[in-house]
Structures are given as C-alpha cells and as structure tokens.
C-alpha cells in the first residue's frame, strides 16, 4: 500500500510517498480502505519535529473517510497512543473509532469532520457554558474554532469570536466578531482554540473556565477560574451525533482544496504558509 512517510523531522520535503506491507487488524479491528484523510496542525508540528519523544519513520494522520467492505465510513485514531497515521491507503483501527458515513455525503468533506469535531465537542464539555452564558473562542476561523463556534451557538451560549474572518464566523453562529487584540469585558468562559496566549484569562470573570487545546499553553489558575486542557479521543457518540449533524446541514465545515497523496509535500508547504479551511489528501 502507498503511505506518506516522514523520513526524519523536518520542513515538508521530509515527506516521501512511499509502498508498505497493509497493515492487519486485530480483534476488535477492522481495515479501512481509505479514501480521504487531512493535515492538520498537530501533524505538522510532528513533522517539524516540535513533539518530543517520536522517532522517525513514521506516518502522519488522525482522521479519514473511507470504506469497510464496500461501506463508507469516518472515523480518527487516537495517534499519539497507536502511532498509527492515517495518511496511508489502508489503516487498522478499533471499531470505537469510526462511525458510518451517512449516503450523500462527500467522504473528502468528511475527512475534516472527527478530529476537529470532536476537540471541539470535548473542549466544550470541559468549559462547560450553558445556555445564556458567555464565551470566547479563540482561532474561530480555523476548524476546531469553527466547529466550538457552532456547537455552542447551537446550544444558546452568547459567542464573541476571536478571528480575522469576520463574516465566515459570523455565519457560523457567533453573535460578535473581534480581532486579537480587541478583548473588552469579561467572559463566562474561553476557548482557546487558537492559543491566543495564557495571558488572556485576564478577560474570564472569577469563578469562570479557561480551555486550552494545548496542555502546554495552560494558564497558571487565578480567581477561582478553572484552567484545563482537551486531549482529544475517540467518542462514538460524540462522532456520530458530528456526522449526523453534518449530514442534516446543522454543522458545516471548510475544505481548502483536495489534494492526491502523491502531492503531500505541496499539501504541507501550502498549510505552513497558512490557508483557511483544510486540506484533504485523497488516495
């Protein structure tokens, strides 16, 4: 099977397309053929050899769309447990981890859903809003921003969007738009979604909520405001209700372009440089 590999870490030249023996699923595992996976920025730090303790060869890739015996599904695989990236033509994976992928649905959009979604979903069960309450979410441009953006708003939270995009963001549910620099008032709660920084839990009120999506941006606690941070896994709940909500045009997401596997380097170079929406890589 063809897989893009990471030779050694590195800028996106470290990433060659390669043939690997197919991998074999184990109990409680099936193989997915796959379709469509992404490239997302935890992936890219990987590669650029910003997290510790990794060795390289290795493949890259959280999420994917793709099919089981001839059946479409979605799904990710918690990557930094398994080490087993999705960026391949075939993956191995716990049956926990991947949902069916309802008819109609474009399996490239699809891609972008489970590991996104579902940091989202989670980071806002550790903020903790409810219905009336206030929140910033941080990055709400980008896809786990885009997504807390609507689950929130859906659920009656009251949210300011941090984002240079005002009227995507807008569209998504958020009631005001602000720029970085921009932050008045206090919040019920943040969600820091495009790590603005430890410092901005000065605009969370006492006793509120500050989320991070990264362990080593978390704010030293003040004023009785809770600080925690998301670690994402897989929930077949969580991803279900993502996909069904996709699938009825409740919850939207953006593709930046659809990419073959064979043009991974291309892929990366333009995510480094910065681009709205997510790239998908298609085998």
């Known amino acids: 099977m063809r897989v893009i590999e990471v030779r050694e870490f590195g800028g996106p030249e470290v990433l060659s397309l390669v043939d690997r023996p197919e991998p074999v699923a184990a109990e409680n595992e099936v193989l997915v053929r796959v379709h469509a996976s ?13 997290i510790p303790n990794l060795t390289a060869p290795l ?6 769309a793709g099919t089981v015996d001839g059946s479409a599904v979605v799904g990710m695989v918690p990557w930094f447990v398994v080490r087993r990236g999705t960026n391949a033509e075939f993956v191995a994976v716990q049956r926990e981890w991947l949902v069916p992928l309802p008819d109609g649905v474009d399996p490239v959009a699809a891609a972008t859903l489970p590991l996104s979604g579902q940091t989202a979903k989670q980071a806002l069960d550790l903020v903790g809003v409810q219905a009336g309450q206030s ?11 885009g997504f807390a953006v609507q689950l929130a708003s859906a659920a009656g939270v009251h949210v300011t969007a941090m984002a240079s995009d005002a009227e995507y963001v ?18 019920d709660a943040i969600l820091d979604a495009g790590l603005a920084g430890p410092k901005l839990i000065s605009a969370v009120r006492d006793g509120g909520a ?21 670690h994402t896994k897989p929930s077949l709940d969580d991803l279900d209700a993502i996909v069904t909500a996709y699938a009825s045009g409740r919850l939207h997401t953006r593709v930046a372009d659809a990419v073959p596997a064979a043009n991974a380097v291309e892929a990366h170079r333009r995510a480094d440089a910065g681009i709205q929406g997510k790239l998908v890589l298609t085998f």
Do not use: M
């Open 38 to 50: 992404t490239v997302n920025p935890v992936d890219r730090a990987v590669r650029a050899g910003r």
């Open 210 to 230: 500050f989320v991070t999506v990264n362990e080593g941006a978390k704010p030293t606690p003040e004023r009785d405001v809770r600080v925690d941070a998301v």
């Open 170 to 187: 807008s569209s998504l549910g958020a009631k005001s738009v602000i720029g970085r620099g921009d932050v008045q008032g206090q919040f």
């Open 59 to 64: 493949v890259l890739g959280w999420e994917f």
């Open 135 to 145: 929140l910033l979410v941080t990055g709400a441009g980008g896809s786990v921003g």
